[in-house]
């Protein structure tokens, strides 16, 4: 709800408020952001303060900062005009209300540009999407040296906030860190410039440590919806004052507005949680899965996939593949991938990236007969692409080196002997989408994994294209989208490199990470869960080789995010197959409770040598519990504490599979003894309803 009173703006979500209000001189001046308050009267003291404030103590909670004189902290607009004076001074012009946004209008004092701060509701979702559409009302060319999404103000608190982010790199992605804020920028950024998630997911969480656990206390967090070079800024003042400044990184980046020309910037969410961190990932699953994926309710049930790359890698042929096709119907998979290497020339990582036409040595009769094939056997079929990248041992880098990176004068750096495509010009954009709508139309693809795997090493001279790069990205996406609603897509990146909120509204299926081993996986997912809906969690193959570990733990880890099978089944025992089909026949029976579920973690593998995962359904009827655990020691067997459950309903029956039942009370105070079998790689699943 969005409430406008004597200067005043009161946004109000179930639990959360965020208050702002056009101060002293007309500058608009940030109040609250916290948990909700009932009526818009509640923040008006806070205004009287501010008016009251020395000019210096209310520039700190400026709400879009643009280098007022004597603010020192990171502005989030550097405008340079034609006369090279610097910055914006903005005041309060005007402001409109629609449904469930508010547009407030701040124009500078001298110079002939607005800037329109735009707020978003998601219902009464405890999130609100800020962005600003920066416009040259004037004559001549404005260069914009920075140009983010917004400046959040948070609360000064007594003592010190704690900041939690997660980073990581390719195979070790979704790391959480934690660490405290004192008198500082602290700056988390990305230069990779087409993906973060290799260096730092586009987030992060603020909370005074004292008095936050997982399960309770408040936790603001902000996450931007922008896979490119991204930086979000987290400073704290002398006086305690703390804000986070987020958007496009300003890092070699330059974009010039000609006259009557406006950029709008990504937006970054801001969100408020009064029960710790598992209320935080609760809100950000339910902004996932009711708001940010319109595709969610033509594909809430993740198909159980087979993958081509684990057991062949690019050894893929039509005699393989179609052998291939009815044992994993047989064991139970409803998707058909062929991954990478079906390209001509594409027997390794050297050549034939770039061109999107079926090996005719390997294929002779293309791609059809297979999608065919997988359709008869009552399976859906998908493909593997990268779409950025080329090897220069191709025909389309032969016949359009002009549409490839590089620097005028340096030869090109090759990073898996490939290229990146410049995505930035509308010509490929407009090929892009040619080809992708061609072969997803010609080959009836269900599924089209989405690879992207290296980052960027030359810039060329426009130094708008980290920005028009991205911005093209995503409308090839969107075009994909639109023309395409019942196709599955998967945003993979060298595994988790482009795993951030931006993509979430496009893609079905996150690559989690290339790391797969299953001892990793439980610390992997732990990272991953905490922001992502876990049913989107993908990779290769998450029940793939490592014979070392028992196909049970594999099969396991598999149900706790879109299950994906990785195993050569024509060289796999019968044995294995009887698992196999066992172990999908029982997953669809829970998966569509699983795949609709808050994920708490009860014990966390960081802390253990296993962990204890509840997915508890979001209606709360049912839960599924998930125990992993590896390394364990023998007196860590020996002990035998009682797990409580969480987020339950107290008076309902849950019932275990072998007809034991619960109370939700019984549960969450009593808890349950779990103990795993004594060898390694020992694992649960439990499911109650
Ligand atoms: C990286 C991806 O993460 C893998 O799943 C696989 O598709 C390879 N690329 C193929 O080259």
């Known amino acids: 709800m969005i409430s406008i009173k004597d200067n005043l703006f009161l946004l109000q979500t179930a639990r959360m408020s965020y208050a702002f209000a056009v101060g002293r001189n007309n500058k608009l001046i940030h109040l609250y952001w916290g948990s909700r308050l009932e009526d818009i009267c509640e923040v008006a003291k806070l205004k009287t303060q501010m008016d009251c404030a020395s000019p210096a103590n209310s520039l700190f909670y400026l709400e879009y900062r643009g280098q007022e004189p004597y603010d020192f902290m990171e502005p989030a607009l550097l405008p340079i005009y034609d006369d090279g004076a610097r910055g914006a001074r903005l005041v309060y012009l005007s402001h409109v209300v629609e449904n469930e946004s508010l547009r407030v209008t701040l124009k500078d004092e001298h110079y002939p540009l607005e800037v329109t701060l735009v707020y978003e509701l998601f219902g009464d979702l405890d999130v609100i999407s800020r962005k600003a559409v920066i416009r040259n009302c004037g004559e001549t060319d404005i260069r914009l040296d920075s140009v983010k999404s917004a400046t959040l103000n948070l609360p000064p608190i007594a003592g010190n906030y704690r900041v939690t982010h997660y980073s990581g790199e390719w195979g070790a992605e979704f790391g959480v860190n934690q660490c ?97 961190f598992e209320r935080m990932t609760e809100i950000l699953y339910d902004w996932q899965l009711d708001w940010l994926a319109p595709r969610e309710k033509a594909h809430a049930i993740r198909p159980i996939i087979y993958n081509s790359w684990y057991p062949y890698l690019f050894d893929i042929n039509e005699t393989n593949l179609t052998a291939l096709i009815p044992k994993a ?124 795997n290296r980052y960027l090493s030359e810039y060329g001279t426009d130094h708008s294209m980290p920005i028009r790069y991205i911005q093209n990205l995503y409308a090839v996406w969107k075009s994909l989208n639109e023309r395409h609603p019942n196709v599955l897509f998967e945003n993979c990146a060298s ?86 089909r066992a172990a999908t026949a029982y997953f669809k029976i829970v998966r ?57 309903l107290p008076d309902a029956i849950y019932t275990t599979e072998d007809g034991t039942s619960y109370t939700g009370r019984e549960l969450m105070s009593i808890g349950l003894q779990l103990l795993f079998k004594r060898q390694d790689y020992a694992s649960f699943f439990k499911f109650f309803k």
């Not at 040595?361 to 493909?383: E, V």
């Not at 990779?539 to 014979?547: L, R």
């Open 495 to 580: 595994g988790g490199g482009r795993a951030d909120f931006g993509m979430v509204e496009f893609a079905d299926r996150i690559n989690r990470s290339d790391n797969a081993h299953p001892k990793d996986v439980m610390i992997l997912h732990e990272g991953f869960s905490r922001l992502f809906v876990p049913k989107t969690a993908g990779g290769a193959g998450n029940i793939a080789k490592d014979p070392d570990v028992p196909l049970p733990f594999r099969i396991h880890l598999g149900m706790t995010g879109s299950m994906s099978i990785g195993i050569d089944l024509l060289k796999a025992s019968q044995e294995t197959l009887n698992e196999l």
């Open 592 to 648: 569509a409770d699983l795949q609709d579920s808050y994920v708490y973690r009860i014990a966390s593998a960081r802390q253990h040598p296993y962990c204890i995962w509840q997915y508890v359904r979001r209606d709360r009827k049912s839960f599924g519990l998930f125990g992993f655990a590896h390394g364990m020691r023998e007196w860590e067997h020996c002990q035998q504490p009682r797990f409580k459950m969480r987020g339950l």
């Open 180 to 276: 405290e804020l004192t008198q500082m920028q602290l700056v988390m950024e990305n230069h990779r410039g087409t993906c973060a998630s290799h260096q730092h997911v586009p987030f992060v969480a603020l909370d005074a440590e004292s008095a936050v656990t997982e399960t309770s206390g408040d936790v603001y967090f902000a996450a931007l919806k922008w896979s490119g070079n991204f930086k979000i800024s987290i400073e704290q003042g002398y006086s305690g004052n703390v804000c986070i400044t987020g958007g496009i990184n300003d890092f070699d980046m330059e974009w010039t507005l000609k006259p009557n020309e406006s950029f709008e910037t990504p937006a970054l969410c801001c969100g408020f949680s009064a029960g710790g």
């Open 329 to 452: 119907a047989d064991i139970g998979a409803e998707l058909f991938v062929i991954d990478d290497g079906w390209m001509p020339k594409r027997v390794n990582d050297k050549a034939g990236l770039g061109d999107w036409v079926a090996d005719k040595s390997r294929f002779p009769n293309g791609l059809r007969p297979i999608s065919d094939a997988c359709h008869a056997q009552g399976m859906l079929f998908g493909l593997w692409v990268e779409p950025e990248m080329a090897n220069p041992d191709s025909d389309l880098y032969r016949a359009h080196q002009e549409w490839f990176l590089s620097d005028p004068k340096r030869p090109n750096f090759l990073k898996r002997s490939q290229l990146t495509l410049d995505f930035s010009q509308d010509c490929v954009r407009d090929w892009a989408i040619g080809w992708l709508d061609k072969l997803i139309t010609d080959l009836q693809l269900d599924y089209l994994k989405w690879d992207m």
